[in-house]
């Protein structure tokens, strides 16, 4: 079956401009991550999706971050007013209910100028 | 907050040899899992092996496996018979399960090349 996918691929973005990034989970998987990769400070959780449940959004950097679940399937990254340091990869990830395997997704790489 | 480390930034193997790449960690849980996940230059993070904190077996899946020693918060990879494609980036992660959130902690990764 399909895996993880996200859209767009790449996106550069000029500072100061909001960007959404985009995740379709593996359909019947209840559970979904964003994690951010970057240089400076390596794999970082982000936000946790679980069914219809409240998120755990401890992992957001600042409130310029959100996301949002709809329908318990794919998922909408959020960044406002991109700044610099919010160049990264951003990866999503899906799982069955629990402490199972996170399937990953191959990533947007977000570029501020 | 439990933190994982990985000591080795960049590891090099030749073909057909074992390398060994290590992982501790830190944490205060008695219940939790680990995780090697690879990453090749494609961005595709794709699970290697996974290892619940209290099964005392090591896991095994073909090539890979791992050394756990619970006592020392170790959990390094062992390759076997390395290959061209097993050039990737190797995170080490740590899972604390029962909060509500199995998000993952991660090492700062091991830069493996297999040289032919």
């Known amino acids: 079956g399909a895996g993880v996918s996200q859209s767009p691929s790449n996106k550069v973005t000029e500072k100061g401009k909001d960007v959404e990034l985009r995740c379709d989970p593996i359909?019947?998987?209840?559970?979904l991550y964003w994690y951010r990769q970057s240089l400076g400070q390596g794999l970082e959780f982000l936000i946790y999706?679980?069914?219809?449940?409240?998120?755990?959004k401890s992992g957001l950097p600042s409130d310029r971050f959100s996301a949002e679940r709809t329908g318990g399937s794919v998922s909408t990254l959020t960044i406002q007013r991109t700044q610099q340091e919010d160049s990264a990869v951003y990866l999503c990830?899906?799982?069955?209910?629990?402490?199972?395997?996170?399937?990953f997704g191959p990533g947007t790489r977000l570029t501020v100028l | 907050a439990q933190t994982v480390t990985q000591s080795q930034p960049e590891m090099s193997v030749q073909e057909a040899e074992t390398v060994t790449l290590s992982c501790t960690y830190d944490?205060?849980?008695?219940?939790?899992?680990l995780f090697w996940y690879k990453q090749p230059p494609s961005r595709q993070m794709i699970l290697v092996i996974r290892?619940?904190?209290?099964?005392?077996q090591n896991a095994t899946e073909n090539r890979f496996s791992v050394n756990f020693q619970k006592a020392a918060k170790s959990f390094s990879l062992k390759i076997s018979d390395s290959q061209l494609g097993d050039t990737a980036m190797y995170f080490c992660?740590?899972?604390?399960?029962?909060?509500?959130?199995?998000?993952?902690?991660f090492g700062k990764g091991t830069k493996l090349s297999v040289i032919p």
């Open positions: 290892q619940e904190a209290y099964k005392q």
């Open positions: 359909s019947g998987h209840t559970a």
């Open positions: 999706f679980q069914g219809n449940s409240a998120p755990d």
């Open positions: 992660a740590f899972m604390k399960p029962g909060a509500g959130s199995y998000q993952l902690t």
């Open positions: 944490t205060s849980e008695s219940n939790y899992y």
């Open positions: 990830a899906s799982s069955p209910r629990g402490p199972r395997e996170q399937f």
